[in-house]
């Protein structure tokens, strides 16, 4: 797995961005310069050390005085909460109802794949957004968003790979030997489908880092008193004209962050699957 | 393929269908709109009093009934904020969705074309290179920091365009760029990863072979090849328009049914919610109709599965 990474530069890349985001997040309240939500209204709008600013904060300070880095720093925390999780519960609900539509077919399988169908009708952002207006705002309803809003494209997948691998003579000589549907499922057919599911659940997470951006730059994530880094653009916006770093930054740190998932997943993709020639 | 988009169709009503069950379900199940229609301190038994007024205590099958009837009408119920229908508050808006959508996508086939003809004809070489890496970017960039990154560039620094506002065709410049760009990278993939596997068939080969010049051979036998194949992604790319159109309306003030819903959701301006979602998510489900009526009509093979 190391040697085919060293091969590649941009996976090397990938890979590197996301294990920075990962330590900036782990460092945060640790290595951090100031508490992310003191107000220093003596230092408001201080430059970053490049653009006038004092070496005491390092990206400048906020309209309140708040400390930027620090801001980012834990920013990044809810980033990587919100992705991963996100991540892991789409992919779990997926994966069972993909599972369950793909072995045990008939009106399982009908029924799963008419909701799929309704979901898909609904703009992928427009069905986050929705829900969010309804279910208000928390770190809890944002990763229940990106789970419900996601979980298709895994169902979709697993349940396409086992109609192809169920029908496989190693299925039919474990179910010989007495092997109940559900022992097969977990343990046979799952591990076999289980690369697309890794590549898939990277290139969603890049979509989910996004979505949270978007929620709290639209005020509908996560409470407003957690630094988040769409949050920090949404407020940056209004002082533009004077201190236009102030959304350069969160920007720049949400960019490069889904550029990172993005080059691993695609690196991950020619690893875990050569066959595949994109 | 009279059978084969017999069946879309049927498929499409089902999906339009069931949108509007889900809407109705989150918004009237979960979302309990009694108890916001009234103060917070009001008793169980003015709650309960007005559910029974209004309907919301019959069972829930024939309350979705009344629900699909009163939409098939027309009758969404009157917007909270404006004190006018929610349908006509939201049929205002939708021309400037429509021509900013519409600009998006010109934007987006004007970039993604001959970027990624480009990019496949001379694979591997820098220029190859260049837009790869430019594509990945535009994946990568989210919507509202692109957005506010051109409006700094073009109308703070250079002062060439207008922030936000609907008033001059150069106000429409940025929002259509900021909403074409994504969904130009996506298609320069697209386009180049079809194209290149075009380029490898063997009937071009031949027409290379017949002696025709390599823009014949691009454009008419390969360029065509790869558009078909192109249509089908063409329905998820209006998609990522329309969601895409709730971002930059908001970062540009461009005055359409996408800012309109994140004023409504935080004025909990229900109803207006309820038509917004409703009316994406069904053009979204007719658009994507018609693209696989074009994709039959491009691409007659179809009609033998």
């Given at each position: 797995m190391?040697?085919?990474?060293?091969?590649?530069?941009?996976?090397m890349?990938?890979?590197a961005i996301?294990?920075?985001v990962?330590l900036m997040?782990?460092?945060?309240g640790?290595?951090?310069?100031y508490?992310?939500?003191?107000?220093?209204?003596y230092h408001?709008?201080?430059?970053?050390?490049?653009?006038?600013g004092?070496g005491?904060h390092l990206l400048g300070?906020?309209?309140l005085?708040r400390?930027?880095l620090?801001?980012?720093?834990?920013?990044?925390r809810?980033t990587l909460?919100?992705?991963?999780?996100g991540?892991v519960?789409?992919?779990l609900?997926?994966?069972?109802?993909g599972?369950?539509?793909?072995?045990?077919?008939?009106?399982?399988?009908?029924v799963?794949m008419?909701i799929?169908?309704i979901?898909?009708?609904f703009p992928?952002?427009?069905?986050a957004?929705?829900?969010a207006a309804?279910l208000?705002?928390?770190?809890a309803?944002?990763?229940l968003?990106?789970?419900?809003?996601?979980?298709?494209?895994?169902?979709?997948?697993v349940?396409?790979?086992?109609?192809?691998?169920?029908?496989?003579?190693?299925?039919e000589?474990?179910r010989?030997?007495g092997?109940?549907d559900?022992?097969?499922?977990l343990?046979?057919?799952?591990p076999?489908?289980?690369?697309p599911?890794?590549v898939?659940?990277?290139?969603g997470m890049?979509r989910?880092?996004?979505?949270e951006a978007?929620?709290?730059?639209?005020?509908?994530?996560?409470?407003?008193?957690?630094?988040?880094?769409?949050r920090m653009?949404a407020?940056g916006r209004d002082?533009?004209?004077?201190?236009?770093w102030?959304?350069?930054?969160?920007?720049?740190?949400?960019?490069?962050?889904?550029?990172?998932v993005?080059l691993?997943?695609?690196?991950l993709?020619?690893?875990?699957?050569?066959?595949?020639d994109v | 393929m009279?059978?084969?988009l017999?069946?879309?169709?049927l498929?499409?009503?089902?999906?339009?269908l069931?949108v509007t069950?889900?809407?109705?379900?989150v918004?009237n199940?979960?979302?309990d709109?009694?108890?916001?229609m009234l103060?917070?301190?009001?008793?169980?038994?003015?709650i309960?009093?007005?559910?029974?007024?209004?309907?919301y205590d019959?069972?829930?099958f024939?309350?979705?009934f009344?629900f699909?009837?009163?939409a098939?009408?027309?009758?969404f119920?009157l917007?909270?904020?404006?004190y006018?229908?929610?349908l006509?508050v939201v049929?205002?808006?939708?021309?400037?969705?429509?021509t900013?959508a519409?600009a998006?996508?010109?934007?987006?086939?004007l970039?993604?074309?001959?970027?990624?003809?480009?990019a496949?004809v001379?694979?591997n070489?820098?220029?190859?290179?260049v837009?790869?890496?430019?594509?990945l970017?535009?994946?990568?960039?989210?919507a509202?920091?692109?957005g506010?990154m051109?409006?700094l560039?073009?109308s703070?620094k250079?002062k060439?365009?207008?922030t936000s506002?609907?008033e001059?065709w150069?106000?429409?410049?940025?929002?259509?760029a900021t909403l074409?760009?994504?969904s130009?990278a996506?298609?320069?993939?697209?386009?180049r990863?079809?194209?290149?596997?075009?380029?490898g068939?063997e009937?071009?080969d031949?027409?290379r072979?017949k002696?025709?010049?390599e823009?014949v051979?691009v454009w008419k036998?390969a360029?065509?090849?790869?558009?078909?194949?192109l249509?089908t992604?063409m329905?998820l790319q209006i998609?990522?328009l329309l969601?895409?159109?709730v971002?930059t309306?908001t970062v540009?003030a461009w005055p359409?049914?996408g800012r309109?819903?994140v004023?409504?959701i935080?004025?909990?301006?229900?109803n207006?919610?309820?038509?917004?979602v409703?009316?994406?998510?069904?053009s979204?489900?007719?658009?994507?109709f018609?693209?696989?009526v074009l994709?039959c009509?491009v691409?007659?093979?179809?009609?033998?599965?």
């Open positions: 190391i040697s085919s990474l060293k091969k590649s530069k941009t996976g890349v990938g890979v996301v294990l920075l990962v997040a782990a460092a945060s640790i290595l951090t310069p508490d992310p939500a003191k107000q220093d209204l408001k709008l201080a430059g970053p050390i490049w653009s006038g004092t005491e300070t906020d309209q005085g400390d930027i620090s801001r980012i720093m834990y920013g990044s809810v909460l919100v992705g991963f999780s991540t519960c789409a992919g609900l997926g994966v069972t109802l599972a369950i539509a793909g072995y045990f077919g008939k009106w399982a399988d009908v799963i008419r799929v169908d979901q898909l009708s992928f952002i427009l069905l957004l929705f829900i309804v208000g705002r928390s770190l309803n944002v990763i968003i990106a789970a419900i809003s996601n979980w298709v494209n895994y169902a979709r997948l349940r396409g790979e086992i109609l192809a691998v169920k029908e496989m003579e190693y299925i000589a474990i010989s030997v092997a109940k559900g022992r097969i499922v343990f046979h057919v799952i076999n489908v289980i690369s599911v890794i898939q659940a990277t290139l890049a989910i880092i996004t979505m978007s929620l709290s730059f639209l005020g509908l994530g996560v409470p407003v008193e957690i630094a988040t880094w769409g653009l407020e002082y533009m004209l004077t201190d236009p102030l959304a350069i930054i969160p920007g720049l740190a949400i960019t490069l962050t889904v550029l990172g993005n691993m997943g695609d690196w993709r020619d690893y875990l699957d050569p066959k595949l | 009279a059978k084969y017999g069946k879309r169709l498929q499409s009503i089902i999906a339009i069931g069950l889900v809407v109705f379900l918004l199940v979960a979302g709109p009694v108890t916001l103060p917070a301190n009001a008793s169980f038994e003015e309960e009093a007005l559910k029974a007024k209004l309907g019959d069972p829930v024939v309350q979705y009344r699909l009837g009163n098939l009408r027309g009758d119920g917007s909270y904020n404006y006018q229908p929610a006509s049929l205002e808006r939708v021309p400037a969705t429509a900013l519409l998006a996508f010109a934007v987006s086939l970039i993604s074309i001959p970027a990624g003809i480009v496949a001379r694979r070489s820098k220029t190859d290179a837009i790869r890496t430019l594509a970017l535009g994946q990568c960039v989210p509202f920091w692109l506010i051109l409006m560039l073009f703070v250079l060439l365009l207008p506002g609907f001059s150069s106000a429409l410049i940025l929002p259509a074409g760009l994504f130009a996506t298609f320069t993939r697209m386009l990863s079809n194209m290149i596997e075009v380029m068939k009937y071009i031949t027409a072979s002696g025709l010049s823009r051979v036998h360029f065509k090849n790869a558009l078909s194949s249509l992604v329905g998609a990522g969601g895409g159109a971002i309306e540009f359409g049914i309109l819903l004023q409504s935080n004025n909990s301006d229900f207006v919610v309820e038509v917004i409703i009316l994406m998510a069904t979204f489900v007719v658009i994507n018609i693209v696989d994709y009509v691409n007659p093979r179809i009609q033998l599965q």
